[in-house]
């Protein structure tokens, strides 16, 4: 969200830490005309005061915009209205991201919620595209009575590899055209804080979905299915309700294949659905992954420490092998227990932290030192990966489309040009 500029909290991701550009894409396959600086985009209110010093003015307290601003001087380039289909219950919370829904030119997405009265949820979630100069709406898509559980973020990804970009939440999937192509539901899915769409499996064509459960009747904590159509693969039960919270994907046991699925019911390959460490007291935090070292499989992030699981030397939760502490360098998190920025910026394949001072007046960057034999396209060249760096919610880590992992086979070259060529 900018800063400099008045802010509209009922507007803001609860995850504030996080920024994100409607920048043009270096990417053949999937090219911006979008601008050709820096825009940013954010929901406004009446009364929100732009970088220039202009007020934004609505008809009432409760129609809202979403605003592209001037990267450079945070002025208003141009404005389109939230849909108005729920606004009876007042002003909407939005998160954005960016994806290609038609497969070559970018879309805003929004996702757009508001209380109903009786304690329900509004959802709807709308597209548009910047053209430079104009915000259009695409479509929205309004949740009404269907039953399509949403969580804490939204992934932005090819899930049938047909290179146009759905829209993700931890129960259903949107089309890139607005239309539900399959709910969570029917399986017994209902909403959770935490879920991830992968390579997960190698093996297995196409990409798989992993996520866990707050509070399911069932019992359920955890399940594993197909991204393209929602068919499930396993499900874990526990017994009675929990929230489960949490919930971490990668590759960290190169002693099975693929990647493995942890939350609190163990670790598990998520593949073979059985358990790579026979005690499930031993596990790393389902936090944040990071690529770091040299090797192939994942580093963790989790509260400011840089982290490896052992496979050969398990350890619990908190007290794995330590890398690096941010606190060390007098990096402070940004938001709980999470930096302001992990993704892969500076070149290379492996990941950058971005953190403050405790001041909040210097940035300071982590960056590896550690050689790697491994050479791989930047991960911002992975749509997949790039979208994901957009998205607003619940910090949650990035992933690439294909298998990123021990024993992995060479990505497809990303189709790279340049602007102006
Ligand atoms: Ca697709
Ligand atoms: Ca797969
Ligand atoms: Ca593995
Ligand atoms: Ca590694």
New binding site residues.
């Given amino acids: 969200m900018a800063s400099g500029t008045a802010t509209d909290h009922r507007l803001d991701s609860p995850d504030r830490s996080r920024r994100s550009d409607l920048r043009p894409h270096h990417d053949g396959r999937r090219r911006s005309r979008a601008c050709g600086r820096a825009a940013r985009r954010r929901g406004v209110a009446d009364g929100v005061v732009f970088g220039d010093g202009t007020t934004h003015r609505e008809q009432d307290d409760v129609r809202q915009s979403i605003a592209v601003l001037d990267g450079e001087t945070g002025a208003l380039r141009t404005a389109a209205p939230v849909p108005a289909d729920y606004l009876a219950d007042g002003p909407m919370y939005a998160r954005f991201g960016v994806g290609h829904l038609d497969?070559v030119t970018p879309s805003l997405v929004a996702y757009l919620k508001n209380r109903v009265g009786n304690g329900g949820f509004n959802l709807a979630i709308g597209a548009w595209q910047f053209d430079g100069e104009d915000l259009t709406q695409e479509w929205r898509w309004l949740r009404g009575d269907q039953d399509a559980p949403d969580g804490h973020n939204t992934r932005i990804i090819?899930?049938?590899?047909?290179?146009?970009?759905?829209i993700v939440e931890i129960g259903f999937v949107l089309?890139?055209d607005g239309t539900l192509r399959y709910s969570l539901a029917d399986a017994g899915i209902v909403h959770g804080d935490r879920f991830h769409i992968a390579d997960i499996d190698p093996q297995r064509p196409g990409l798989e979905g992993y996520g866990v459960q707050q509070d399911n009747p069932s019992g359920l904590r955890e399940y594993y299915y197909d991204a393209a159509d929602g068919e499930m693969i396993w499900q874990h039960f526990g017994d009675g309700v929990a929230d489960v919270g949490r919930g971490m994907v990668g590759d960290i046991d190169p002693r099975f294949p693929g990647m493995e699925v942890w939350s609190f019911s163990g670790l598990y390959n998520a593949s073979t659905d059985e358990l790579t460490e026979p005690d499930t007291g031993l596990a790393p935090w389902p936090q944040l992954g990071l690529w770091w070292d040299g090797d192939l499989t994942m580093e963790l992030l989790n509260d400011g420490k840089f982290e490896k699981w052992d496979p050969e030397n398990p350890r619990p939760s908190n007290s794995l092998r330590r890398l690096l502490r941010n606190s060390d360098y007098g990096a402070v998190n940004a938001h709980g227990v999470n930096p302001a920025l992990v993704g892969d910026i500076l070149g290379d394949w492996r990941e950058e932290v971005v953190y403050t001072n405790a001041d909040r007046d210097e940035l300071i960057v982590f960056t590896t030192d550690q050689p790697t034999d491994t050479r791989l396209y930047t991960l911002a060249h992975n749509p997949a990966y790039r979208n994901a760096m957009t998205l607003h919610g619940y910090l949650q880590s990035h992933h690439v489309d294909y298998f990123l992992g021990h024993g992995m086979s060479t990505p497809p070259r990303p189709a790279i040009s340049y602007v102006g060529e």
């Fill in positions: 497969g090819d899930v049938d590899g047909d290179g146009k970009d759905e089309n890139g």
